[in-house]
C-alpha cells in the first residue's frame, strides 16, 4: 500500500523552528519528486517547496524562500522540510506529495502529483 505520512508539526512561538518529515512506505522515493504544500483554514492549498528525486534540484515558493529548507534521505525513504524564522503567516495543514521523477522541473501544481499525506499541523502564535 502505497503512502506518504507526515510528521513534526505543532505550536511554535513566533520566531521558532520546526522540521517536518515525510515517511514514505510501500514504494521508494528515490523515483519520485516530492513536493510540500500547505492549506490555511478557507484557502487553496499552496506549493511550498520540491525537491528532485536525488535531493540535487530544490525549489521553494517566494514566501519561504530564505526560511525553509528542503532535504531527503532515500536510504530512509524520508523527505524532511526545515522551517525557521516562522511567522504567524506560516499557520496552516502541511502535506507532502509525491510525482515521478522523470526529469521534468519541479512541480508546482497540487494536480501534477500522484500521491499525498494526510498532512500535519503546523500552529504559530505566541
Known amino acids: 500500500q502505497v503512502q506518504l505520512v507526515e510528521s513534526g508539526g505543532g505550536l511554535v512561538q513566533p520566531g521558532g523552528s520546526l522540521r517536518l518529515s515525510c515517511a514514505a512506505s510501500?514504494?521508494?522515493?528515490?523515483?519520485?519528486?516530492i513536493g510540500w504544500f500547505r492549506q490555511a483554514p478557507g484557502k487553496e492549498r499552496t506549493f511550498v517547496s520540491g525537491v528532485n528525486w536525488s535531493g540535487g534540484s530544490t525549489y521553494y515558493a517566494d514566501s519561504v524562500k530564505g526560511r525553509f529548507t528542503i532535504s531527503r534521505d532515500n536510504a530512509k525513504n524520508t523527505v524532511y522540510l526545515q522551517m525557521n524564522s516562522l511567522g504567524p503567516e506560516d499557520t496552516a495543514v502541511y502535506y507532502c506529495?509525491?510525482?515521478?521523477?522523470?526529469?521534468?522541473?519541479?512541480?508546482?501544481?497540487?494536480?501534477?502529483?500522484?500521491?499525498w499525506g494526510q498532512g500535519t499541523q503546523v500552529t504559530v502564535s505566541s
Open positions: 506529495a509525491a510525482v515521478r521523477d522523470v526529469g521534468r522541473a519541479i512541480a508546482t501544481m497540487p494536480r501534477r502529483y500522484d500521491y
Open positions: 510501500g514504494f521508494t522515493l528515490d523515483d519520485y519528486a
